[in-house]
Structures are given as structure tokens and as C-alpha cells.
């Protein structure tokens, strides 16, 4: 039976990753070129960092079940809104404490999660994510015992997939899912997000896109060709869209805005004390 996807509206504590469609004729033709970019697709990914489960470590690419969940538990934590750092931090210490599977975190029970949460400096929302994550894991164990994979496969097309994840529990809006299906696009081919709204300003800003190009799918579109362009695989692709997510969490320094064409205008300085997700906007 197929589970229709929902795309209700997003936690109160994400941004919805979901661009509105506007209306004809404030949408750029296709053939309009973009101001020249600032740096080339694979510049930016050297200067900015490549995927966030490379640096944490995990190899998606590899298909692996186990590998897999890693990634997800990672975007379940990156969804709040709390700093990279913090989410980063708070994955090592499930890491540390072998919680890196559905069975392991559902046998932890809500204390010990709590505990862990918080050792990661995840203080803020310690009590709501364990039980998020509790709900989230059963859930996993109960239908699809465990196995992400299995979830995949059994989707008809994209969207359904993206409803039968959005299903594994509420906690699961459209920054946990964007996030966490990006990085997978590569790997699994019902992994098909849309560009966060944080991606298409940066690539905006980059000059990737015309700014007079707004509607999400026909931004992707022009990134994946500039990625193409620049030597890329749809394979890697996920390393493009997560540099313009870093690029977009960063903030320029007045005296260092983007000139002509080189990459030695790129300012990747951040704001001290600054709250930030990994793609909150």
C-alpha cells in the first residue's frame, strides 16, 4: 500500500526547505545566464569543506545499513537549532557511546539518551530529542526492522519515500528531512530534495544562478549543470550543495566582499556566538 508523502507545515523549530513557486512572470527562462561566478563549483567545495558525513566520518556511499543510519541519526541532530559545533559534538558522544543504531538507542531508554544529549552540550532540547529519537527509532525497528535501505526499496518514487521518513515520527520535518536526503542523493536514486532555501541564496550570491531565478527546481537544474561544467558527477554532486550550504551559514566580513571573478574574495569568517543549524533558512 503506498503511503502518500505529507507536506504539512514544518516543527516550529525548522524552517520549511520547501520554495514557494511564483507566479510566471517574475520566473527567469531557463537560458538566462547567471553573473559570472565568483569560483568554480569544485573551488568552493576546496575552500568551504566537502560533505558533513565525510567529516563525521561516515561512509554513505557505501550503502551500508549501518553507514547509513549514522547519517540519519547526524541529521536528526542537526534539525535543531543549535550551533554545528553543538550537533557535531553531540554525534561523537553517541559515537563514544556505541548508540549508533535504532536497536542500541531504543535499548538506552530516555535517561541514558538525555545524559548523552546533554554531554554533547545539547542541553536545550536534551528531553525532546530523546524522546524524538526514542519514536523515531522504534518506529525504524517496528516497520522496516531498522534498516533505512529497506524503507528506500519499498517506496513507489521520491515522494513517496520522503513520506514513509516524514512518517517514522513527527520530529522529522523539512530541515531534518532536506538535510539528511541531500547527502543520500548520490547513493540512493529516490533521494531527490529540492534545494534548501539556503542553497539557492548562496548560489544566488556566487553567482551560480540569476537572481531573477528563484523557483527551486529550475535552480537545481542549473546547479547540477554548473557541476557538470565544472568536471563533477551526479555521484558527488551532494559535495556542491553542501559547500553552498556552508558558504550560505557564513558570514563576509564588510572589507572582504566578493570581487571579480577569483575566489580571494571568498570570506569565510563566522559570528562568535551566533546560533546557527546547518541550514536553518
Not at 527546481?217 to 554548473?226: G, I, K, N, T
Request: net charge positive.
Amino acid at each position: 500500500m503506498k503511503i502518500a508523502a505529507k507536506r504539512g507545515a514544518p516543527d516550529t523549530a525548522q524552517v520549511s526547505a520547501v520554495v514557494r513557486k511564483p507566479e510566471p512572470s517574475a520566473v527567469a527562462p531557463e537560458s538566462e545566464p547567471a553573473s559570472k561566478p565568483a569560483t568554480s563549483p569544485r573551488g568552493l567545495v576546496e575552500r568551504t569543506g566537502s560533505m558533513y558525513s565525510n567529516q563525521l566520518g561516515i561512509k554513505i556511499a557505501t550503502g551500508e545499513p549501518g553507514e547509513t543510519f549514522k547519517w540519519f541519526l547526524a541529521a536528526l541532530l542537526f534539525g535543531a537549532r543549535i550551533s554545528e559545533s553543538v550537533a557535531m559534538r553531540t554525534w561523537r558522544e553517541f559515537e563514544k557511546a556505541e548508540l549508533l543504531t535504532p536497536k542500541k538507542i531504543v535499548e538506552a531508554g530516555w535517561d541514558r539518551l538525555v545524559k548523552v544529549l546533554d554531554g554533547g552540550g545539547y542541553a536545550r532540547y536534551d528531553f525532546k530529542t530523546a524522546t524524538k529519537l526514542l519514536d523515531v527509532c522504534g518506529a525504524l525497528q517496528d516497520r522496516y526492522k531498522g534498516d533505512l535501505n529497506a524503507l528506500h526499496a519499498e517506496a513507489s518514487d521520491e515522494a513517496n519515500f520522503e513520506g514513509r521518513l516524514r512518517e517514522l515520527g513527527k520530529g522529522i520535518g523539512d530541515l531534518t528531512a532536506n538535510i539528511f536526503l541531500r547527502e543520500m542523493r548520490g547513493t540512493w536514486s529516490k533521494a531527490a530534495p529540492l534545494p534548501s532555501p539556503r542553497v539557492i541564496e548562496a548560489a544566488h550570491e556566487l553567482g551560480y544562478v540569476p537572481r531573477t531565478m528563484r523557483t527551486a527546481d529550475s535552480v537545481m537544474r542549473r546547479l547540477q549543470a554548473a557541476w557538470r561544467k565544472d568536471g563533477g558527477s551526479p555521484e558527488n554532486f551532494p559535495e556542491f550543495e553542501a559547500a553552498l550550504v556552508r558558504f550560505g551559514g557564513q558570514r563576509r566580513k564588510p572589507s572582504t566582499a566578493l570581487k571579480g571573478t577569483g575566489t580571494k574574495g571568498l570570506a569565510l569568517a563566522t559570528t562568535p556566538g551566533k546560533r546557527r543549524g546547518v541550514d536553518p533558512k
